[in-house]
């Protein structure tokens, strides 16, 4: 039982590798979508309610998260038109980001990825977006997650130079 979570997010990672396979917006797609996204609350659902969660599981977790996020962008940016602005914005937000471990792991010498609620709003915000595109318009969904996550972004820079982990 106590590995359950890690075997959950492992999948998600293999899950999230074979995204990369299926037409984008097909539903093939949208069902290994929707697996990734289910599967990374129930590893940490379990973890928590079962008091197994551990450093490994966390890293494996945000591994698994970032490796979702990459294949995600790389099926649906070449199908929606995003400004220059917004490519900027996500580039000073990926910097940011890397800013962070760089920092966390000169802080620590150790890699630190931090589950703060922030980055959690900014995870399911991202993971929305490919369903409510047809529903909302796309410079709205963009300008919503960049804001966010630099939020985001920001405060775990803050919270890892404050010592808050």
């Known amino acids: 039982m106590k590995n359950i979570p890690n075997y959950i997010s492992i999948s998600r990672i293999i ?7 299926p037409k984008t917006f097909s539903v093939t797609f ?11 609350i129930l590893d940490g659902l379990l973890a928590r309610k079962y008091k197994i969660t551990s450093q490994f599981g966390a890293k494996i977790d945000s ?5 979702f996020v990459f294949v995600s962008i790389l ?4 199908f929606i038109e995003i400004s220059v602005v917004i490519y ?7 910097l940011i980001k890397v800013f962070n471990i760089i920092l966390g792991y000169i802080q620590y010498k150790k890699l630190t990825l931090l589950h703060t609620v922030a980055n959690k709003i900014t995870g399911f915000v991202l993971f929305i977006i490919p369903l409510m595109i047809e529903f909302i318009d796309i410079k ?7 804001g966010i996550a630099t939020f985001s972004a920001i405060q775990e820079g803050y919270y890892i130079k404050i010592g808050k982990r």
Request: net charge negative.
């Open 88 to 94: 900027i914005w996500i580039i000073i937000i990926v």
């Open 15 to 21: 899950m999230a590798i074979a995204l990369l396979i």
């Open 75 to 78: 099926k649906i940016i070449p």
């Open 140 to 146: 709205i969904l963009e300008s919503l997650i960049c």
């Open 63 to 67: 591994i698994g998260d970032m490796i």
């Open 30 to 40: 949208y069902i290994i979508y929707i697996y990734c996204g289910l599967s990374d």
